[in-house]
């Protein structure tokens, strides 16, 4: 065996080691209920907000804690606590990704991605509210 | 039908030079591949002249279709939807530029002539391989041409010079339209301004940025056709000579144009730093990685005659992979991962994986079928060589890149599981854990570590075999970097236990790699190159990397929140401990705020003359009295009817650190501004002190040492007033303003009431006598929510990133140089120049 094999040999050992570390951290994309029975395990749950209910916020009181309520995507709404500033155009998303934990009751998250705000074809959307028929739809 | 006010001849020469680019570029990739074919040496002659016409035509036609949609944009013609969705007349003129980049159209036109501008340097320069490197170049051209043509019943492409009344964004917009349904004529007189570039992209990198960014990934088809070529006319080693400056060039814009996208990220964007293992970084960084492994496969190769199966590979899968990362930054596959991957809009998937395919398939297919012939040394390297590390060093970044692209790949990965599921749900999509960046680290931190070491011993060995006076060269570098690294860990107080021990100490032991290989090469400059720069590239370009390396490693590890949270969390003093504080701090307007190291008083705010652009200026002063500066960091609020706020921030630079801010949230700018002042009011336990809509009660006063987040000494104190507040309404709150006595001053902490508007201040504390301040404020206050944080020796990673580039570019020059040298004693320096001829 030439020395260039054995290196290899190592090389791809410590990349599969390095593979399974990165898929210990692996999570799985869940919805509310599923999230409950996986416990205290870190889970994506997809969401939309419920727009009907306000996101509570308040920057003077805790800057670090939103409360709002979303469904999954069987329809179940649920309380969730993400412990950060409130996402900006959070009111505007079509979608939101949840990565947290499911508590007692609500949905703990510590990250949210946000699905579509500022990319192009919301600013199209976007755009259309600005032009003159926008006030003036009434026309019809 | 005609409308009033259009200007429908720029958007007709336009198409038509789309046209004709299309035609030209297929016209000159089919003559340059007839040119190769031909076995007569005069009908190869001719093809390549027809192909040069084609080209050329090609060239032009690419030039006047960009020169023309910036006249569009420029002239503000908005009945061009291009023009119209992504600039404004408000726009300043040095961010016109910007707009091309900002749709999928305008990209890929950046893309295309840089190609043109690299294919006519190419044409110019390297006579020999022109033939089959232009095919290659020409096709790439063509693809990307089918891109912009824009036929919509095949869904082909996306056309930039679309008219705004045929885009169907107007459609749902009665007010254009005459009674018959059709368009008014005066349709245009009513659209009076664009849509505006996205604001995240008016800042002056993204002029500077997406150009250079481009140019990378555009130029990393050269190395790729010379292997092709290579590999397609069976001059398997001859391509390499001529390869290598351009491989070099390559690697050096795309290095730059990558970090130029990461300080554009820290300035613009709210990350909170500049890499944030972002897919859209990441599908950047790995073909550059892949590029700069066969970079180093190619050198091996010139001094010594291996590695040459490696190098056709690298640089055959560095370019896929700009093609991969094309797809997934631009398909819209990333969505859910990325903070900013474009949609699908305009150009389709599909086109885009074709894009891919149609490289892959050719361009491995011919790899395994030529594979063995490809020429190799049967020899063993000896493992004192330079070659055979060099090696094991290209072999850990092309391993490097391969983790870090598959772990971006999660989202296309659920995709193709997806496809095999059916109605049944076995299979759950995954998706990155709770700390994505911490995933990617636990496995660089590694990688960081080879590379250091590879990087500050590879110089010192020989190639064939090193012998041992010139490793004892290697002894004192070894002893000064070792100990200067440690004493960097030691003294700088690299301690980072947010995670493992073992991945503290593996920090540490990448520290000390990285500061020894900056002493070594930077030592080696003067012992094995004795000071001549021509040869120095190698060197210096390592004296760069190493810099990089300790500017990530200090500034990502040593990397301080400032704004943790003292306000909100102060009250809460039941929660347990394990609660991590959050990072947003609010600022009250004027009232001063204890953050971190500073003081920090938001005074005022101001406005952009023509934008919605607020500034907002917050004064930072040291608590040891010796800085004191102002930081305005800035945001669009309710930009172009889209509600929130995009915020950019602001930075303090010192030579060895950086203070940095950004708005995280606002109140409603609507509300009035807030004039109350706070009232003083006399009061002890018991008492009931009114305000204008209830009353609140003193219940209590306590005094204790020990509060989350500040150090408290002997002598310092801390008080808590205990507030009940009866509301007018029937409600009950409770309100704990607390004063801290700290080194002989004292610091009020307010308790806010928002429902009732109310401001708590505890001024003074006398036993159970105590001066409260009281502010009733007509509307909710002024505020600001925010994130600081301190970057240490962030300068380091712009200023490795330069050396390195600089490094990159003199080998460039020296190798260039070497190939004219070559050329000319043709007979003498053949045997060592071209070993593939020796082997084979």
């Known amino acids: 065996m030439k020395k260039i094999h054995i290196a290899l040999l190592i090389l791809v050992i410590s990349g599969i080691v390095a593979m399974s570390f990165f898929i210990k951290d692996l999570t799985t994309q869940e919805t509310f209920t599923s999230a409950?029975?996986?416990?205290?395990?870190y889970v994506v749950v997809k969401v939309k907000l419920d727009k009907a209910t306000p996101i509570e916020y308040d920057a003077v009181k805790n800057p670090n804690q939103t409360v709002f309520y979303a469904m999954d995507a069987e329809g179940l709404r649920q309380k969730v606590v993400y412990n950060n500033a409130k996402i900006t155009d959070m009111e505007r998303s079509e979608g939101l990704d949840l990565n947290g934990y499911m508590r007692d009751g609500y949905f703990?998250?510590?990250k949210i991605q946000t699905k579509c705000p500022s990319k192009y074809k919301d600013d199209m959307k976007a755009a259309e509210k600005n032009l003159p028929s926008a006030t003036t739809t009434t026309q019809y | 039908m005609n409308y009033i006010g259009e200007h429908l001849l720029p958007g007709k020469l336009g198409h038509l030079f789309i046209l004709l680019s299309l035609i030209a570029s297929l016209a000159a990739s089919v003559s340059y591949f007839l040119s190769v074919q031909s076995k007569s040496l005069e009908q190869q002659q001719s093809w390549k002249k027809l192909a040069r016409i084609f080209f050329f035509t090609e060239v032009l036609s690419v030039f006047c279709i960009f020169g023309i949609l910036f006249y569009i944009i420029s002239n503000h013609y908005f009945e061009y939807k291009y023009a119209w969705q992504h600039s404004s007349k408000s726009l300043e003129p040095k961010y016109l530029l910007s707009c091309f980049w900002e749709g999928q159209e305008g990209s890929f036109l950046l893309w295309s002539v840089w190609h043109c501008v690299l294919g006519s340097i190419f044409i110019w320069k390297e006579k020999v391989w022109e033939g089959p490197v232009m095919t290659v170049v020409s096709f790439a051209q063509f693809l990307l041409a089918t891109m912009l043509v824009g036929i919509p019943f095949l869904n082909m492409g996306s056309n930039p010079f679309l008219l705004l009344r045929n885009s169907g964004v107007l459609d749902n917009a009665p007010v254009f339209h005459d009674m018959a349904g059709g368009f008014r004529q005066d349709y245009l007189s009513m659209i009076t301004d664009g849509n505006d570039?996205?604001?995240?992209?008016?800042?002056y990198w993204m002029v500077i940025h997406p150009p250079v960014l481009f140019l990378g990934f555009a130029s990393t088809i050269i190395p790729f056709a010379f292997a092709i070529s290579g590999l397609w006319t069976k001059k398997f080693g001859a391509w390499t000579k001529a390869a290598l400056p351009w491989a070099l060039f390559s690697t050096a814009i795309f290095g730059t144009g990558i970090m130029m996208g990461a300080a554009w990220a820290y300035e613009s964007l709210n990350f909170g730093g500049y890499w944030a293992w972002d897919p859209v970084e990441n599908a950047s960084l790995v073909p550059w990685l892949i590029s700069v492994a066969g970079l180093h496969t190619l050198v091996i190769y010139r001094h010594t005659g291996n590695a040459l199966r490696t190098t056709f590979l690298f640089f055959i899968l560095s370019f896929i992979f700009v093609l991969y990362s094309t797809y997934l930054t631009r398909s819209g596959d990333l969505q859910d991962t990325s903070v900013h991957a474009f949609t699908g809009e305009g150009i389709t998937k599909w086109?885009?994986?074709i894009f891919l395919l149609a490289f892959l398939v050719p361009s491995l297919g011919l790899f395994f079928q030529r594979y063995k012939k490809i020429p190799f040394i049967a020899k063993e390297e000896e493992a004192s060589s330079r070659e055979f590390w060099m090696f094991i060093g290209s072999l850990v970044i092309f391993l490097s890149a391969m983790l870090i692209i598959t772990m971006t790949s999660v989202p296309v990965f659920n995709k193709i599981a997806g496809l095999f599921t059916g109605k049944e749900k076995t299979f759950t999509p995954i998706a990155l854990g709770e700390d994505a960046a911490y995933s990617y680290n636990q496995i660089q931190i590694f990688v960081a570590i080879i590379l250091g070491l590879l990087t500050a011993t590879g110089m010192y060995l020989k190639y064939k075999a090193t012998g041992a006076p010139f490793l004892k060269k290697l002894l004192l570098p070894l002893v000064i970097g070792t100990i200067a690294g440690i004493a960097i860990v030691y003294f700088g107080d690299v301690d980072y236990r947010e995670k493992t021990a073992g991945y503290m100490v593996a920090i540490w032991i990448a520290l000390v790699a990285a500061v020894f290989s900056l002493v070594a090469n930077a030592s080696y400059l003067f012992t094995g190159l004795k000071g001549s720069m021509k040869r120095a590239g190698g060197a210096i370009s390592h004296v760069g990397f190493a810099t990089l390396l300790i500017g990530i490693l200090i500034s990502s590890s040593k990397k301080e929140v400032l704004s943790y949270n003292t306000t909100g969390i102060f009250m809460d003093f039941g929660k347990d401990s394990k609660e991590k504080s959050g990072e947003n701090l609010t600022l009250i307007k004027n009232i001063k705020t204890d953050m971190g190291k500073f003081f920090v008083t938001y005074s005022k705010d101001s406005t952009h003359p023509q934008k919605p652009l607020w500034f907002y200026h917050l004064a930072f002063e040291a608590k040891d009295g010796k800085d004191s500066f102002v930081l305005s960091p800035n945001a669009f609020v309710n930009y172009k009817n889209q509600e929130g706020l995009m915020a950019n921030p602001d930075a303090k630079h010192y030579w060895n650190y950086d203070i940095f801010t950004y708005i995280t949230s606002l109140p409603d700018p609507s509300k009035n501004a807030d004039t109350a002042t706070f009232k003083t009011v006399q009061s002890k336990v018991g008492d009931t002190v009114f305000y204008?809509?209830?009353?609140?009660?003193?219940?209590?006063?306590?005094?204790?040492?020990?509060?989350?987040?500040?150090?408290?000494?002997?002598?310092?104190?801390?008080?808590?007033?205990t507030l009940k507040i009866f509301s007018k309404t029937g409600s009950i709150f409770t309100g704990k303003p607390i004063l801290i006595n700290k080194d002989g001053a004292a610091f009020p902490q307010t308790d806010t009431l928002a429902a009732e508007s109310l401001v708590f201040q505890l001024q003074k504390v006398d036993g159970k006598n105590i001066e409260?301040?009281?502010?009733?404020?007509?509307?909710i206050m002024q505020y600001v929510t925010l994130k600081a944080y301190k970057f240490p020796f962030i300068n380091l990673v712009w200023l490795g990133t330069l050396i390195m580039v600089?490094?990159?570019?003199?080998?460039?020059?020296?190798?260039?140089?070497q190939g004219r040298r070559t050329t000319g004693n043709l007979k003498v320096i053949r045997k060592q120049q071209e070993p593939s001829e020796v082997v084979s």
């Open chain 2, 197 to 203: 570039l996205n604001p995240l992209l008016q800042n």
């Open chain 1, 36 to 41: 409950k029975e996986r416990g205290e395990k």
């Open chain 2, 806 to 817: 600089a490094g990159i570019f003199i080998s460039m020059f020296y190798r260039r140089q």
């Open chain 2, 351 to 353: 086109h885009l994986r």
């Open chain 2, 692 to 721: 204008s809509k209830g009353f609140a009660v003193v219940e209590d006063v306590a005094s204790f040492k020990n509060i989350p987040n500040v150090p408290l000494s002997a002598n310092d104190s801390a008080s808590v007033a």
């Open chain 2, 772 to 779: 409260l301040g009281i502010k009733e404020s007509a509307s």
């Open chain 1, 108 to 110: 703990e998250c510590n």
